[in-house]
């Protein structure tokens, strides 16, 4: 493994590549450390120190940002808008024709597709940024009452303030799809996986100290023992895959031969990453910020239903939200499976170049076959989605810890998915070059 790891470094190409990623991350997590225009820094310091935290999707976007949501930094709004961006392509591909054409065009089509996704991520950054100033300036980012503090996040709240202030995070924002396309270009890796991972990464190490402080070495000792089994299930699981064995037919093409190869169509557990996480606590942060907007004046009772949201639907250490939250990420899981895959247009493609599942007839027999064994194998993925996100919830309620634990939800499915990945293409370069990988 050492050994391996030295000819990474012995490399000249390959040594490049790396150094040319790390830079990319120390500059971006300098970034996330960089107050915007106009932000009170000592009061959003003291503000962290005394608050939780936020919950449900602010709380996703910080942890998928480094921290740097609540510190209002100049990257403060991180990857979010364009994996946001991407989601949103790739639903519109299933209502627009035209965006279904351009993806079967090939290098060309997926260019128009990488352009349509830039344009969209910089309008959501400016619309994630106008709500982020906006709420910053009324005293409710951190959910704090009663600390003036937190009610005075900003120098300045003028409206050119808070104009320049939505510039330059909407520019940040532009500024880290760039960093992401020059590490896929020159590094190594997918340059917004790696960036995303650098995120997570860092909140690691504070995640852990805080349990070490507020519940002892013997909390911390457990949780890093379930840490490390949570962290080989997902790898297992992340790797494991259906394979359905497909034949193609010999044919004749003039005097060459072609087909009557063995092959199979790799069907993995979790088909749908971690997209359908996110779903579920985007649409579960909705009612609770529709009521944050309809509290009551002092003095005044609240409306039952805001009540009711505010008692269920924002703290994630209560069973109906676990349920609820469980449930939608299943729903999700086969909502997102159902569009990614496409069991009819499979067995055509595979019709028109002569393969055939054995014991299956080509056309509609193969499409509901494939349908059938995606049915079944997305329930256990599903299930499997919906356990490693109540992870962070369950330590919630046991440990005390916040919405951000570091072994479970999204952050364990994107550190443990991203790492693979990367290694694999690290070995495969390293295959390259001396017939010997990283991995034996």
Known sequence: MFSAIARVFRTPDLRRKIAFTLAIIALYRLGAHIPAPFVDFPNVQSCLK?????????????????????????????????????????????????????????????????????????????????????????????????????????????????????????????????????????????????????????????????????????????????????????????????????????????????????????????????????????????????????????????????????QYLTKGDHPLYMFIYFLLIVGFTYFYVAITFNPVEVADNMKKYGGFIPGIRAGRPTAEYLDYVLTRITLAGALYLGFIALLPLIALAAVGANQNFPFGGASILIIVGVGLETVKQIDAQLQQRHYEGLLR
């Open 50 to 310: 005394q608050s939780a935290g936020t919950e449900g999707l602010l709380s996703l976007v910080n942890l998928f940002s480094g921290g740097a949501l609540l510190q209002l930094s100049i990257f403060a709004l991180g990857v979010m808008p364009y994996i946001t961006a991407t989601i949103i392509v790739q639903l519109l591909r299933v209502v627009i024709p035209h965006f279904e054409t351009l993806y079967k065009e090939g290098q060309a089509g997926q260019s128009r597709l990488t352009q349509y996704t830039r344009y969209l991520t910089i309008a959501l950054a400016l619309l994630q940024s106008t709500t982020l100033v906006t709420v910053a300036r009324s005293g409710q980012l951190f959910g704090t009452t009663g600390i003036p503090e937190c009610e005075q996040l900003l120098t300045n709240d003028v409206w050119w303030a808070q104009l320049l202030m939505i510039i330059t995070l909407t520019a940040g924002t532009g500024l880290i799809m760039w960093f992401a396309e020059l590490v896929t270009e020159k590094g190594i890796g997918n340059g917004m996986s790696i960036l995303i991972f650098t995120s997570i990464a860092a909140a690691f190490p504070a995640s852990m100290w805080a349990i070490w402080q507020t519940k002892g070495f013997e909390v911390f000792l457990l949780v890093l023992g379930v840490g490390i089994l949570v962290v080989a299930l997902v790898v297992f699981v992340e790797q494991s895959q259906r394979r359905i064995p497909v034949q193609y037919a010999k044919r004749m093409v003039g005097r060459r031969t072609y087909g009557g190869t063995n092959t199979y169509i790799p069907i993995k557990v979790n088909m749908a990453g971690v997209v359908p996480v996110i779903f579920a606590s985007s649409l579960l942060y909705i009612p609770a910020l529709i009521a944050q907007f309809n509290q009551p004046q002092a003095g005044q009772d609240a409306p039952g239903w805001v009540a009711w949201v505010s």
